[in-house]
């Protein structure tokens, strides 16, 4: 096992990591936009709505607000949708270079030794006081 294949899968550990983030944070949004869809249902159509575009305070019919926030949220389904396929794709890879590269095993025996070293540290030192 070459210390380039622990780096290589330390890297796709990394990229699943972000994309981990990057979907937990599209949730979110997804949460806030269903939540806005939800309040703007029951008002009249006419009503005046405010965005916040750039710094600025845009006003929109109710309308025309709640189309745009479906929109998005379509666009937000869609990117999480990707980024989940994604995630898959480098999940499998992940895996799959793991084993081809016996990175498994080394990380099991590293986790033992750490383990050892830790149980050892917890021993008493056979000092009296």
Partial sequence: ??????????????????????????????????????????????????RLIGGVLVERPKKEAESAVKNNLEQVILLIERFQAELIDLEKTAIDFRNAHGLAAAQAKQAEESLAEEEDSKKPAGILA
Avoid: N, W
Wanted: glycine share 4%.
């Fill in 1 to 50: 096992m070459s210390e380039q294949a622990q780096q290589q899968y330390q890297q796709i550990s990394q990229q699943i990591g972000q994309l981990r983030q990057k979907i937990s944070e599209l949730e979110g949004e997804k949460y806030e936009h269903d939540l806005v869809i939800k309040t703007l249902e029951p008002m009249a159509d006419d009503r005046k709505c405010f």
